[in-house]
């Protein structure tokens, strides 16, 4: 029987994977995983990914093997090696899941594919999840992605096909090909204090013990950052490298429900927390869809009408200031330092950290979203440049939402725990100051030990006058008869037609 060729990119499990599924049914499988240069050298990408990555490779090769397959780990580019391993094989097809990536993979799959129709040797793309490749019309994708998240799970054999030799082929690079922290000239991911390791046992133990014993207060608690480390889910970096598809963390979600259909409290605690992971779910790939459906976000606003509204090159100074927590805004700033020491960072508080970027800063999105990217465990380029423009208020279609962050501020750490950890210059600051630390009286400040403007910097900007003139200027281009007639192309395009988790069954 033929190898065949299973080319593993973002889907790192066997569980729920189908061209896995698929290639198993024709002969004995070999799995391929490439570190590309120009994919894991670009300044989207940071250690803690290839960390990540690491992990997920080594638990996938110890899998395959058990079932009798094999993992060959190559350093180069796509299709260069695809065609080097398919001859050193003898492979006679390649399986893939379709990628909703970048602009670089976007244009790696088409030379792949330009390859493959060349050489004759059969390629396999298949969908995953439920976004879909050259959609027609968003009319009906709801019920398409339902269909999709309900359908079985594709599980693998537990026994390959025998591999065709006896003697195994090389299965890692060689010695120092495989990039390192140095070599990405990034920071090392060792000094990080996230807590999330790769792999699907550690994806599958994630999402339990969020459905099972973290999740009961998650649509209360979620919004805050002082409780939201614990009450999220914390399987997006799972889903953004594969090793956990939408499909099994609905299908769980669905099981957790039919066990807490009880009257007491807590039963509704859990209900209403787990549909509102659930909607999210579906919110995750209704927004990769767009960039599948249009790769150009990524770089050009959704609505051309605000092409003019920001200046194309980003203040240096404004954008240092939010990209090392050094804004003055001490929320936003406690957000930048915890994001960046553990890879995580809850929604409400990524699009304050956004919005505060785009409006209060008036930064271009197209600079800060790359510059924010590898800072991301989970970085999901469908969901990452289409928030950034909803948060930035380029898409024409979404309501305009203008974060302050002093509300945020009361509302989400009224205490002040969370500032207090990631900004520990203003630890001894009394409460009633910590939000707006300028405003503390001298002496106050003195007996706190810390001088604004030098210890802990003043606001780089007056909130009030950059909030009005922000929300001007963006309501001024959105009131033009250009701008409503864009957003209907947008929305025809893009927008949402109807929510199937909210209609009654």
């Known amino acids: 029987m033929s190898v065949q060729l299973v080319w593993f ?34 300044a989207d990408y940071d250690a803690q990914h290839l960390v990540f990555v690491r992990e997920c490779l080594t638990e996938l090769r110890t899998r ?15 299709p260069d090696v695809l065609e080097q391993v398919c001859h050193e094989l003898r492979a006679t097809a390649i399986w893939a ?49 339902e269909s999709v998240v309900r359908a079985p799970v594709a599980n693998p054999p537990s026994r390959f096909a025998p591999l065709p030799w006896t003697d195994a082929p090389d299965t890692a690079p060689a010695s120092g090909e495989v990039p390192t922290a140095d070599a990405l000239r990034v920071q090392c991911a060792a000094g990080r204090a996230h807590d999330t390791p790769g ?23 979620m919004s805050s950052p002082v409780s939201a480390f614990r009450a999220c889910s914390r399987i997006s970096p799972h889903l953004a490298f594969g090793t956990l598809s939408g499909r099994q963390a ?62 194309a090159v980003a203040d240096p100074e404004r954008l240092e200031a939010w990209l090392h927590g050094r804004t003055g805004y001490p929320l936003v700033d406690a957000c930048m330092r915890a994001l960046r020491a553990q890879g995580w960072l809850n929604f409400r508080m990524r699009a304050m950290l956004v919005s505060f970027a785009s409006y209060h800063l008036w930064l271009p999105w197209q600079q800060t979203a790359v510059a924010l990217a590898p800072h991301f465990l989970d970085y999901e380029p469908g969901i990452h440049y289409s928030q950034f423009q909803m948060q930035s208020g380029t898409t024409g279609i979404n309501s305009i939402r203008i974060y302050n962050p002093y509300k945020q501020a009361l509302e989400h750490d009224p205490a002040g725990h969370f500032v207090r950890a990631w900004v520990p210059e203003l630890r001894a600051v009394p409460t009633d100051f910590l939000h707006a630390p300028h405003d503390m009286p001298p002496l106050v400040a003195s007996m706190a030990g810390v001088r604004i403007g030098r210890d802990y910097p003043l606001p780089i900007v007056e909130h009030t006058a950059a909030y009005r003139e922000a929300k001007a200027r963006i309501f001024a281009a959105r009131e033009t008869a250009a701008a409503r007639a864009d957003a209907a192309r947008v929305y025809r395009q893009h927008g949402s037609r109807k929510d199937p988790l909210h209609r009654r069954r």
């Open 199 to 221: 792999g699907e046992r550690a994806a599958r133990a994630l999402l339990r013990t969020f459905l099972y014993e973290r999740g009961e207060q998650y649509r209360r608690e």
């Open 64 to 78: 395959l093997r058990r079932r009798g397959g094999e993992l060959l780990v190559r350093v180069g580019e796509c």
């Open 9 to 42: 990119k973002r889907d790192l499990r066997l569980h729920d994977h189908t061209p896995l599924t698929r290639a198993a049914r024709t002969g004995p499988v070999v799995g391929l995983f490439v570190f590309e240069p120009s994919i894991v050298r670009a």
């Open 97 to 145: 899941h379709e990628e909703t990536g970048n602009a670089r993979t976007y244009a790696r799959d088409r030379r792949v594919r330009a390859w493959a129709r060349t050489t004759g040797i059969p390629l396999h793309e298949v969908p995953q999840g439920g976004v879909v490749r050259r959609l027609a019309s968003r009319d009906g994708w709801a019920e398409h992605w």
């Open 250 to 311: 609905w299908q769980a979600a669905q099981q957790r429900l039919s066990e807490v259909s009880g009257p007491l409290d807590r039963d509704e605690r859990w209900r209403a927390s787990i549909t509102s992971f659930v909607a999210r779910l579906a919110w995750r790939e209704h927004f990769m869809q767009k960039l599948e459906s249009e790769p150009a976000i990524e770089h050009r606003n959704f609505s051309s009408v605000y092409d003019d509204l920001r200046p």
